[in-house]
């Protein structure tokens, strides 16, 4: 028997996969801390009815860990991602990392690498902290990057990059977006099913912090109507292919692959997202795929730099701030390979969805 210590088990839950992320704390003593690996851990289980996962009349949901990562809250403790299961082994109906890691593994030779831009608000009582009590603060124009009394919650974004890199995910940066208390964080690059692992525990730690300041973390992708941006999820996204010498062939061809495929593709982007991808604000219209060479305009954006080495990446601006990771990358991935993807059938269906194919057909 090891000294004691923490293990803080992770699970998304059935709602979303950025405000229902449930936790519990296990005591170890069955191997030391500084010798603990993920095949050390073992499964675990909860009360589904307490969540609404459950099936039937039994009630519990088995967990199986998956990832392991420094806490970066809690001395003598580690953090342990995991994906849902029912008792007779067959997957929870809300696991789409599964669905993604099987993606992913089928086609691992192509080595596909991701860096997501998570853009949220930070809220307080239901409005955008440091927000006016009544009205609006001055127009968009000096918070994107900016520094100076005008920019809201940098202490708590600077805490979250802080725990965040702590706990060895990989966050390549952090800055001030369009609007007051609106900022963005990147997570990667990272390869396959790591992005999706990495993007969760991020959310996952922010919530720890809203916990702790009595804040909310906003990824609604439209949260404040009118002359105000929404939040997005931009995705970068490579193969191996395209990041070799002449790879600018290989992104092209994903760009046209793409062309046939948006429609569908757009669904795996998040919930409402059609209030924010209206051709304003630096959107792109849901209805049309268009892509270009250093536009945010697009549907696809190639980077300047990317054209002129005839190699790297390209970056998906349809993205809304709640989408869900894995099934986002999953299907970003196989649309622009042309493999066989997630299905449509695993989306809870919206509204605005046959609005944009007719508007499409036009």
Known sequence: MS?????????????????????????????????VTLKDMPVWNFDGSSTGQHRG????????????????FI??????????????????????????????????????MFGLEQEYFIFKNGKPFMWPENGFPAPQADYYCGNGSQVCGREVVMEHYQA??????????????????????????????EEGDHMIMSRWVYAKIAEKYGLDICYDPKPIKG????????????????????GIDAINKACENMADTFID???FYGGDNNQRMTGAHETSKLSEFTHGIGTRHTSLRIGNDVARDGKGYFEDRRPASNIDPYLATARLFTSAMKYDGPSVSCLEPQGWWSVVEAEARK
């Open 265 to 267: 593709d757009i669904k």
């Open 227 to 246: 002359d105000w941006n929404g939040s997005g999820c931009h995705m970068n996204f490579s193969t191996k292919s395209m990041r070799m010498p002449g």
């Open 57 to 72: 009349d039994n009630t519990e949901i088995v967990i199986h860990p998956v990832a392991m990562y420094n806490h970066p």
């Open 75 to 112: 001395d003598n403790a580690k953090v342990i991602l995991n994906e849902c299961f029912y008792p007779d082994g067959t997957v929870e109906k809300n696991n789409t990392r599964k669905i993604a890691k099987e993606i992913f593994d089928a086609h691992a030779e192509d080595e596909p």
């Open 3 to 35: 000294a004691p210590w923490i293990a803080e088990y992770v699970w998304i839950s059935g709602k979303d996969t950025y405000s229902d992320l449930r936790s519990k704390y296990k005591t170890m003593t069955n191997v030391s801390i500084d010798k």
């Open 164 to 193: 965040c890199l702590r706990m060895g995910l990989k966050l390549s940066g952090v800055n001030a977006e369009v609007a007051p208390s609106q900022w963005e964080y990147q997570v990667g690059p990272c390869i396959g099913i």
